[in-house]
């Protein structure tokens, strides 16, 4: 029996042995989670219902440990690490893989794929950005450039100085720098992405009132244009009390679509210092060029354009498991469900118990090397005990030989 009982451990000790140096041959693989061994002890029934006798040791299970691995930054936008729980769900052939190895790139199609080619999952977007929840699919980032998009808001926030005369000269001309007091300009865009200035000319006509006059382009509004809105009448305090809300309708443009334009000068005030433009916004753009894609920390995915405009793609989902040791890995740094695991359990990054997303970075594999050298030279002390036992189970059974 003492023979069997050390053949026994020396089975177990090598199995660890096997277990321990798989952790330390990965402990540079990203996303890698180690494993230990968890030994159960033998005994041998008896045929007549006595007591049972010790059998040795076994591996009863080997588990893996899924603790947090330390995240380490790169510069790749579409490095992703998982900071929590949760996993990134893969097409692998028609079949669900699961990883935390966030090596992410975009294919020759402008699929988000990792470094084995399978294509990460997540939800689609519409033009305007808009989340197509429901239906998980391959992730696909559309090349195609962005449209331009026409100004239609314009918002100014400006202090008129106070200690402002009434101009001299009383007819407006914006080549007559006497005839009105202070000036500002808007970039804006028509519906093809062609760049216009809208000028603003202010006039004091009397105390706490002012007048507004236009030029676009450095010409004067042409007849066609409506204006509502204005003059600007304040408050003693300086506050804007009326003529804020300013409308600019059918201003013709050659070639494309007239400009509708809606002027906010609600913020503007009238102090006594010195004239200043705050703020000059502006919703419109020209037409802009794929330039590059960020992922944020809920897993948005934004395309990135050369006219400074971003546009949500598409969103990656995640999945979360009851019990992740249950999880059947399959090589790659990929796991699989199982029965074990329980059913995957999708959500969004940050919701629920699923962890956050940090793109740019990439989460290293969680064995420790102190505590993996102290555990090899534990098991390789098992073994060398267990040989010894088995060693010395010869001896006295030679010396009983020698006897007879």
Known sequence: MSFGIGLSGMKAAKQDLEVVSNNIANSNTVGFKSSRSEFADLYASSLGGGNSKPA?????????????????????????????????VLNDNGQQAYTRAG????????????NQ???????????????????????????ADMQASASSTLTGQLNLDARNQVPTSGTFSAADP????????????DSQGNPHILSLYFSKTSDNNWDVNYQFDGEDLDPATTITGGPLVFNNDGTLASGGDIE???????????????????????LGTEFSVNQALQNGYPAGKLTGIEVDENGSLRALYSNGQTRVQGQIIMAGFANESGLNPIGDSLWRGSFASGAPIYGLAGAGTLGSLQAGALEQSNVDLSIELVRLIEAQRNYQANAKTIETSNNLTQTLLNII
């Open 248 to 270: 600019l309708t059918g201003l013709p443009i050659s070639g494309v679509d007239p400009l509708d334009l809606t002027l906010d000068l609600s913020k503007i005030t009238q």
């Open 178 to 189: 006497e005839s009105y007091n202070s000036t500002m300009a808007f970039n804006i865009y």
């Open 103 to 114: 090596y992410f790139s975009l294919d020759q199609e402008n699929y988000l794929v990792n």
């Open 117 to 143: 080619g399978l294509r990460l999952q997540g939800f689609s977007a519409d033009e305007n950005g808009n989340i197509l929840t429901g239906t998980q699919q391959d992730l696909q980032v559309s090349a």
């Open 56 to 88: 040795g040791v076994k591996v009863a299970n080997t588990s893996q440990q899924f603790t947090q691995g330390n995240l380490t930054y790169t510069n790749s936008a579409l490095d992703l690490a998982i900071s929590g729980n949760g996993f990134f």
